[in-house]
């Protein structure tokens, strides 16, 4: 039972320096906790698998041309059938597609994604509905009765949980439908789902050229890896090129994981820098927490010379040693624990705010039994980190000099060595995470006051979805977009209203165009220009305030029987055509699309998309929804009054379509505020780590300088009998914080020249800044060592040379 005598004897120790216990115990609660927090969220956001059998193999086939990787893009059934029939390596390979869904009951409507797709779709997440059935081979068939699944969400709000819902049939885009089955709460597959209808696709009705888009999904086979799969995917697809070079030259496919199709892949950098942040605070954390485990070894250094001179035993030394250093870490563990669990409560409801749409629905965040088993072995790893080198130095001292040394606790000159290369490591780290931090804030805050090129203030936006089975023809889309404007512009509380395909700020896919006389064969489509491809009703560019600024703007008379017109930004005409001075007359195509337009305007620099990167400067072309017609638009709308637009947008449509809803009605500011959300909150997660890093820095040089200066009261007290003066003691003590802080600062400055020019090639920002920022962070981080040192320093002078000397 010595093991108990141990640790009892740790706790009496522990409790005989309650200040000491405390402070070390809160300190490795801020390492943990924030390391616990983290780990959770990213595993959740970016890798933890579909909570679905076998959902670590779950993955998606999405389309790449030449070389190019587009994501969780569809491919064309055709190629679908193909990897299939060939594919060895994945297994359980099915496809879905989206369409609208309007669900109208009792004249009012609302807007859903669904899914269209066969019953293996639910075979391959092994779900079962909790009411009703799934499909069957025989509601796939064209023109079988219409069918739907719905989700509990569904059901439950929508429906109010009514018990004889199965059967019952309700209007889905006009057409009655009947209720087959309940799916359980929580599935929405394959992404945020809560409307699953048959797919009805004719193979008989379409050729390999115009065969529908579809998303495909699959199984990696037991022991295949994404990178096995691509091979395979990528001998088939250069099949394909062989037997259909027309359209499938320079085509290939690639598996991804749903996580990397939602979150997108160029998100890892920015999740690896995260990680790297939290990993520097836990470092930093052990780094205080051995150091002053350190001093305390020091100071109990005669101690241990007497325990071992009576014939202790080095081992059961350490091991009492060790169980400090264990008990500090589990109670700062279990504090962590609470601190990770109460942030993730408040960051899924934070979440919400920040994806521009609905998160996805494996994002749950908690601290689930992984992420528990993962802290018991990080607090197990942490206590030997801390505990082991403190107690190992303890046991090593020389007795002899020890017992000889009149000063209890003297510091011999390898602890000492320690204790100052742990305090440059806490410099070093702090120093890298708050620079790193301040830099997103940079990028932050420059993305919250960029201009946009539009006046959103007073303007609100609204999304509608107009099902194919009724808007199929241009005739049908133009009817419904001039009775919208008509019927919006009447309204008291509505001055003016237009339409877009996509409103600026919102998410945008640039598409390739040719200009003319600069046309590049299809195998070099990789290398054409690209730019956002925006259909607006003409006047909507004035409601927003964009700018002419040669030419004119799209008027209604560019029709279907007119000269096809697009009006360009700067942007594009700086871009493209650089060396020309007159861009009016000037004529591009979309790439693979016959028919010229002719530019006749050109408007100030819009952001289409996000305020970053690429996207920041990635140029628009504007068409006419009278000669581009689309079935997917945002309405705009304003108010000179800047009354709340929601009812008025809503009853307007209404009024057009009952079976028609409109959605994601809110003020377009709030629409481009939302860009910047997640950027912010990865912001303030760095400046938390940073600020925190700063405390514990701060602190732990505090703690060691304090307890090194006490241990030379005695030196100190000398050296003032001698006639040293107070200035000469204090300018001594500082420079050996400032020689630390030196070396910590030239360690950090690599340390972030390296990582911070990463975020700024990612977001497209200036990477001088990050120098700038480094310069300011260190003259922060200075002020706080020197205050550090200074203060101990200040305290050691203030004591008598005779109570010096008395020291023990």
């Known amino acids: 039972m010595s093991w108990l005598f141990d640790l009892k004897y740790a706790i009496r120790l522990m409790l005989k320096r309650p200040g000491f216990t405390v402070f070390t115990m809160l300190i490795m609660a801020c390492g943990l906790g924030l390391c616990i927090y983290m780990y959770s969220l990213i595993n ?71 899914i269209r797709s066969r019953s293996d779709l639910f075979a391959f997440t092994h779900t079962q509905p909790i009411m009703g059935r799934l499909f069957t081979d025989a509601d796939t068939i064209e023109g079988a009765n219409p069918v739907a699944v719905i989700g509990y969400e569904l059901w439950q709000n929508y429906f109010g949980g009514r018990q004889d819902i199965i059967g019952q049939r309700v209007q889905i885009n006009g057409i009655g439908t009947e209720i087959i089955g309940i799916m359980p709460l929580g599935y929405e597959f394959p992404m945020n789902n809560q409307i699953w209808l048959p797919s009805q696709l004719n193979e008989a009705k379409f050729t390999v050229e115009d065969a529908p888009k579809v998303s495909i999904f699959a199984k990696l086979k037991p022991g295949i890896n994404l990178a096995d799969a691509d091979v ?131 994002w749950e965040l908690g601290l689930d039994a992984d992420v528990l088993l993962k802290t018991v072995l990080l607090v197990v790893i942490v206590s030997l980190v801390t505990g082991l080198l403190p107690a190992w130095k303890m046991t090593q001292c020389n007795i002899n000099e020890v017992l000889r040394d009149g000063t209890r606790g003297a510091q011999s000159r390898s602890s000492g060595r320690i204790s100052r290369i742990l305090v440059i490591f806490e410099v070093a780290l702090s120093c890298a995470v708050l620079s790193l931090g301040a830099l997103l804030s940079l990028v932050v805050y420059e993305a919250t006051k960029i201009d946009y090129g539009v006046q959103p203030q007073g303007i609100y936006t609204g999304k509608i979805s107009l099902p194919d089975q009724y808007y199929n023809t241009p005739e049908s889309l133009l009817t419904f977009y001039n009775r919208l404007q008509s019927d919006l512009e009447a309204s008291p509380t509505i001055s003016k209203a237009g339409m877009m395909s996509s409103v600026p700020g919102a998410f945008m896919v640039a598409s390739k165009v040719e200009l003319e006389g600069r046309q590049q064969l299809r195998s070099q489509q990789n290398l ?24 004119r703007m799209l008027s209604l008379s560019d029709d279907q029987n007119s000269q096809k017109v697009v009006v360009i930004t700067r942007s594009f005409a700086q871009r493209y055509w650089p ?3 007159h861009i009016i007359g000037k004529r591009i195509r979309w790439a693979g699309k016959n028919g010229w337009y002719t530019v006749v305007g050109v408007v100030s620099h819009v952001i289409q998309g996000r305020p970053f990167g690429y996207s920041k400067r990635m140029p628009t072309v ?11 638009l945002s309405v705009v709308a304003n108010s000179a009054q800047r009354e709340n637009l929601t009812i008025p947008i809503e009853q307007a449509v209404a009024d057009i379509d009952t079976g028609l809803s409109v959605y994601q009605v809110k003020p377009l500011a709030q629409v481009i505020a939302r860009n910047t959300a997640g950027l912010t909150y990865i912001a303030i997660l760095f400046n938390v780590f940073g600020m925190i890093a700063v405390l514990l820095a701060g602190s732990g040089i505090y703690g060691v300088m304090a307890k090194a200066i006490s241990q030379r009261y005695q030196e100190l007290g000398i050296r003032r009998a001698l006639g040293a003066t107070e200035s000469r003691i204090i300018h001594m003590l500082m420079k050996q914080g400032w020689l630390q802080l030196l070396i910590g600062l030239l360690i950090s400055g690599p340390i972030v020249m390296f990582v911070g020019p990463l975020i700024t090639r990612i977001l497209g920002h200036s990477p001088w800044s990050v120098w700038a920022l480094f310069a300011l962070t260190a003259a922060g981080i200075s002020g706080v060592v020197s205050l550090a040192t200074l203060l101990p320093a200040l305290k050691a002078v203030r004591l008598r040379p005779m109570d010096a000397l008395r020291e023990q």
Not at 62 to 77: A, E, K, L, V
Not at 90 to 95: A, C, T
Not at 622 to 632: G, K, N, T
Request: hydrophobic fraction near 45%.
């Open 528 to 551: 054409l220009p690209r730019a956002n491809n925006v259909t607006v009703m003409p006047g909507t560019l004035k409601l927003l305030g964009v700018k002419l600024e040669e030419g």
């Open 622 to 632: 504007y068409r006419s929804l009278m000669q581009a017609p689309v079935r997917h």
């Open 232 to 362: 395979e995917l990528q001998d088939i697809m250069a099949s394909r090129a062989l037997q259909y070079p027309e359209i499938n030259t320079g085509r290939s496919a690639f598996t991804i994981t749903f996580m990397d199709s939602f979150i997108g892949e160029d998100s890892k950098p920015i999740f690896l820098v995260m990680l790297l942040g939290v990993g520097f605070v836990l470092l930093l954390a052990c780094c205080n927490v051995g150091n002053l485990l350190l001093a305390r070894a020091t100071e109990r250094s005669k101690e241990s010379a007497i325990r071992i001179a009576h014939g202790a035993p080095t081992f059961r030394l350490v091991i009492q040693m060790m169980w400090e250093s264990t008990l500090i870490c589990t109670l700062g563990g279990i504090l962590g624990v609470l601190f990770a669990g109460w942030g993730l409560s408040l960051t899924n409801g934070l979440i919400r705010s920040i994806v521009p749409v609905k998160p996805a629905f494996w």
């Open 44 to 114: 959740t956001l970016a890798f933890k698998p579909l909570p679905f059998p076998g959902g670590e193999r779950m993955v998606m086939v999405s389309p790449s041309m030449n070389g190019i990787r587009f994501g969780d893009s569809p491919m064309s059934y055709a190629d679908f059938k193909d990897i299939r029939d060939k594919s060895q390596r994945l297994e359980d390979i099915g496809y879905y597609y989206g369409d609208v869904a309007n669900v109208s009951i009792d004249g009012k409507a609302s807007h859903y994604i669904a």
């Open 579 to 581: 060396e020309k001075s």
